[in-house]
């Protein structure tokens, strides 16, 4: 491989991205940059062009924009309280249970909205004053809501996931759904056991036994929220409809919620959900689609194939490889938002994985779960910023009280590294996947 359309990918990336130049800019100019030590330059600005538009031409991509309006409309449609009152009535006797219920009701928030954010800012607006009247430090509220937000990344629908399964070539969103469920859950009983054992030893109190009515109440109240869970992420595996058709029911059904059973949404504010919605997906898909031309020119530079042979070099030793791959992908998550490292190094490790025999199913998984730790890391880590905002404290103050959650959190990565099972077991038992 010539190195000089590598070299200029990679140092005209990371000058644009520290120079403060917007991720989806500099991801098109490096790629324009480095495919011009290819090609002419006039032929790279046709391809790339070409890229920009034919990349976004897949159906499954379709899905995107469906799921963010469906995940807006849902985060404005008064459900988090819902769902915090299920979540009090399934775990409110152990101790330090407010913690506890803080990580149900995101890890149930953010599989129904698909979005660490909205979970961090929703649930966390309800639960941080509720924890802070029982004697929880801010500190030790925020940084369970922010260590627990991202369960709903793993926890289908995710956008993120369609993300993978079209740059990992057209794998099959519903199989990678089925994936997500046994490490999203285990994700999230590994910050339950921390955040028990850290109340135990602290003596935050249990919270009150919920009487029958109340527990009759709240499971009634949260019924038509998680129903949409059920009829997109059943009719996806029943064979009903595809993941691009469930966004589409998605929406229609977190419309009548939201407007018309909730009533937590006028109409009158209808245009202003569909803006917020519509930024959201013009992002997210221009990232997808200059990613696509980088794709590209990373390609006709032999990188993927460069760095596949450079890792095997290092070690045979699949352990030692996933180590190092782990390794780069949490530093690569603590500097970079998920959609971009999702597009950008999935191309060049996960020939490295096929290569040592992991199934694209489960290094998917594993990709996603290294990067969700980043949201909560800084500089970059959005879910951190978030959860300080909503305890209204710094985010100085709240590494320390993060750490004990940020080992669970590596604990339970290493487990589904490990276990190919804990990934592949639920779409093989489903027959999704083969």
Known sequence: MDASPALVLVLSFFFLVFSGVPIAFALGISAIAAGCAILPPEVILTIVSQRLVSGLDNFALLAIPFFVLAGVLMNHGGIAARLINLAMVLIGRTPGSLGHVNIVANMLFGSISGSATAAAAAVGGVMTPMQKQAGFPPTYSAAINISSCVTGLLIPPSNVMIIYAVTAGNLSIAALFAAGYVPGILLGGALIVTGFLISYRRGYGAGERATLRQAVKAFLDAIPSLLLVLVIIGGIIGG???????????????????????????????????????????????????????????????????????????????????????????????????????????????????????????????????????????????????????????????????????????????????????????????????
């Open 240 to 434: 009903i409809f595809t993941a691009t058709e469930a966004s589409a029911i998605a929406v229609l059904y977190a419309f009548i919620l939201s407007v018309f059973i909730y009533r937590s949404i006028p109409l009158k504010r209808l245009p202003a959900v569909l803006i917020e919605a519509s930024i959201t997906t013009g992002v997210v898909l221009l990232l997808v689609s200059v990613s696509i031309a980088m794709s590209w020119v990373m390609t006709r530079a032999d990188i993927p194939q460069t760095v596949t042979s450079a890792l095997l070099s290092v070690s045979d030793n699949p352990f030692v490889l996933l180590l190092i791959i782990n390794l780069v992908l949490i530093i690569v998550g603590i500097f970079m938002d998920m959609t971009p490292a999702i597009l950008i190094f999935t191309p060049i490790f996960l020939p490295v994985a096929i290569s040592i025999g992991m199934d694209p199913l489960h290094f998917g998984i594993m990709m996603i779960f290294n990067l969700c730790i980043g949201l909560c890391t800084p500089p970059v880590g959005i879910a951190l910023f978030v959860g300080c905002s909503v305890a209204k404290v710094s985010v100085q103050s709240v590494i320390k009280p993060l750490l004990p959650f940020f080992f669970s959190m590596l604990v339970a990565l290493v487990l589904v590294t490990a276990i190919p099972e804990l990934s592949t077991s639920v779409p093989n038992a489903l027959g999704l996947y083969k």
